[in-house]
């Protein structure tokens, strides 16, 4: 994944601003955090800011939607409306890279992006709001797959190492 860098800040701004509409509350100070943090992602002309939680955070209303440590919270994702890209092989690339589950939430009314999220496999878990419960919004989540192939196998005649096969 490609981080962007400070010198990347117009070109992440710019992509913002083309969704006003959906980020009213994102400000040029925010994105410029994320990207002196690394937690900014500019690649193919699609922007995601993340971060990683450092204690279990709830997220949605019911118990179940609990991110515990290390788990990724996906802030947001747009795309350069100008650039044929797909925003999906982008998100796909960051779920492997992030090796966590990720989570997001979304205003209800954002059919278009809760439809995307779908297709890339995260599933809805539960509900949240904002502004004093007035916005409603789904929380989405994308559980990490382990495949047991790529566990260590333990070795029976060297018990103290594990073979990778």
Not at 31 to 52: A, K, P, W
Not at 79 to 97: H, I, M, R, W, Y
Request: hydrophobic share 40%; net charge negative.
């Amino acid at each position: 994944m490609n981080h962007a860098a400070l010198s990347d800040f117009e070109e992440v701004k710019n992509i913002f601003y083309q969704y006003r509409d959906i980020f009213p509350h994102i400000r040029t100070d925010y994105m410029m955090r994320q990207i002196e943090g690394g937690h900014c992602i500019l690649q193919d002309g699609v922007v995601i800011t993340y971060n990683f939680y450092k204690r279990p955070q709830q997220i949605g209303t019911a118990f179940y939607t609990t991110a515990n440590r290390y788990h990724c919270i996906l802030h947001q994702i747009v795309k350069d409306s100008t650039k044929d890209t797909s925003a999906g092989l982008v998100l796909q690339e960051f779920f492997k890279s992030a090796q966590a589950d990720v989570w997001l939430s979304v205003r209800r009314d954002n059919v278009v992006a809760k439809k995307f999220y779908e297709r890339q496999g995260m599933e809805l878990v539960g509900e949240c709001s904002w502004a004093d419960e007035t916005l409603p919004g789904d929380v989405y989540l994308h559980q990490r797959t382990l495949n047991i192939w790529d566990w260590p196998i333990w070795d029976p005649d060297n018990p103290g190492i594990a073979n990778a096969l």
